[in-house]
Nanobody
């Protein structure tokens, strides 16, 4: 399995970005996918996740109402639409995928076996 994250960049506070995660190497529909982020000098934290077959979604409290996660099984891709961006959203964003993620572990990094390389989001004030 390979994951390719893209869509990061520099944006002003209040702006929007859409991150993409392209999946290859197995049956995409069988995998749950999540986004995590790591700010400079900080631990990596959960942002949002969508279960396989698109059934259940989890979003971190810190971004709830500003972030939407979606998947397109026909394109083997997951998207993270981020609106009303704030300087504290600045981080490297990683997508991750796992075949056996259960509801209680959707926000856990250890639930995901495969990780992309990350895409940098910088929000200026």
């Amino acid at each position: 399995v390979q994951l390719q994250a893209s869509g990061g960049g520099l944006v002003q506070a209040g702006g929007s970005l859409r991150l993409s995660c392209a999946f290859s190497g197995d049956n995409f529909r069988s995998y749950s996918v999540a986004w995590f982020r790591q700010a400079p000098g900080m631990d990596r934290t959960f942002v949002a996740a969508i279960k396989r077959f698109g059934g259940e979604i989890r979003v971190a409290e810190s971004v709830r109402g500003r972030v939407t996660i979606s998947r397109d099984n026909s394109r083997n891709s997951v998207y993270l639409q981020m609106n009303s961006l704030r300087p504290e959203d600045t981080a490297v964003y990683y997508c991750a995928a796992g075949p056996g993620v259960i509801s209680s572990t959707m926000a856990s990094q250890t639930a995901y076996a495969y990780w992309g390389q990350g895409t940098l989001v910088t929000v200026s004030s």
